[in-house]
T-cell receptor, first 112, second 112 residues
Framework: DAGITQSPRHKVTETGTPVTLRCHQTENHRYMYWYRQDPGHGLRLIHYSYGVKDTDKGEVSDGYSVSRSKTEDFLLTLESATSSQTSVYFC???????????FGPGTRLLVL | GENVEQHPSTLSVQEGDSAVIKCTYSDSASNYFPWYKQELGKRPQLIIDIRSNVGEKKDQRIAVTLNKTAKHFSLHITETQPEDSAVYFCAASNNAGNMLTFGGGTRLMVKP
């Protein structure tokens, strides 16, 4: 599974609080991605990174920010969590030698 | 940008029957089409992929076909088994696995 871990795996938080999710990879892949998965919507891209300190917005980036200070770590931050951000969040990576993106185990986030 | 439509959203078959899931895409520049399988509570995992220079690809009981003219591709599962029960996602990209646009997913249920 391309050596991808996510933390935490489960989180319950309250509306208005900041939340940071971490994705860690051990494959030295250049590209990293954050998706959210909701029923009926499949996997939607939030933000992605194409290198250290290089990031760009995806389809559903409002309310989210990201940072990548090291190749192996990609952080997703919800500045002020809302109930609409309750979802399952998947990190993915893509790099040399891979045919496609491979996913981490996911983080289940509940915003009350 | 790319838009990927996937049908049906749910599919129920008897064990041993075949299952077909269809996807259409909008960007004629798309040239890479992976399929992912996601078991309940798990991460999406690649099961098969096809590139635009190939019309069909098989791997044991699964096959994918691509019609570039009509801009659609399909997943075929033969001799279905209960362990094939999962959600299946199609995706499209014009740059290998770098940027993927996903379909909305198909929940396949195989009844014993």
């Amino acid at each position: 599974d391309a050596g991808i871990t996510q933390s935490p795996r489960h989180k319950v938080t309250e509306t208005g609080t900041p939340v940071t999710l971490r994705c860690h990879q051990t494959e030295n892949h250049r590209y990293m991605y954050w998706y959210r998965q909701d029923p009926g919507h499949g996997l939607r891209l939030i933000h992605y990174s194409y290198g250290v300190k290089d990031t760009d917005k995806g389809e559903v980036s409002d309310g989210y920010s990201v940072s990548r200070s090291k190749t192996e770590d990609f952080l997703l931050t919800l500045e002020s969590a809302t109930s609409s951000q309750t979802s399952v969040y998947f990190c993915a990576t893509y790099g040399t030698g891979q045919e496609t993106q491979y996913f981490g185990p996911g983080t289940r986030l509940l915003v009350l | 940008g790319e838009n990927v439509e996937q049908h049906p959203s749910t599919l129920s078959v008897q064990e041993g029957d075949s299952a077909v899931i269809k996807c259409t895409y909008s960007d004629s520049a798309s040239n890479y089409f992976p399929w992912y399988k996601q078991e309940l509570g798990k991460r999406p995992q690649l099961i098969i992929d096809i590139r635009s220079n190939v019309g069909e690809k098989k791997d044991q009981r699964i096959a994918v076909t691509l019609n570039k003219t009509a801009k659609h591709f399909s997943l075929h599962i033969t001799e279905t088994q209960p362990e094939d029960s999962a959600v299946y996602f199609c995706a499209a990209s014009n740059n290998a696995g770098n940027m993927l646009t996903f379909g909305g997913g198909t929940r396949l249920m195989v009844k014993p």
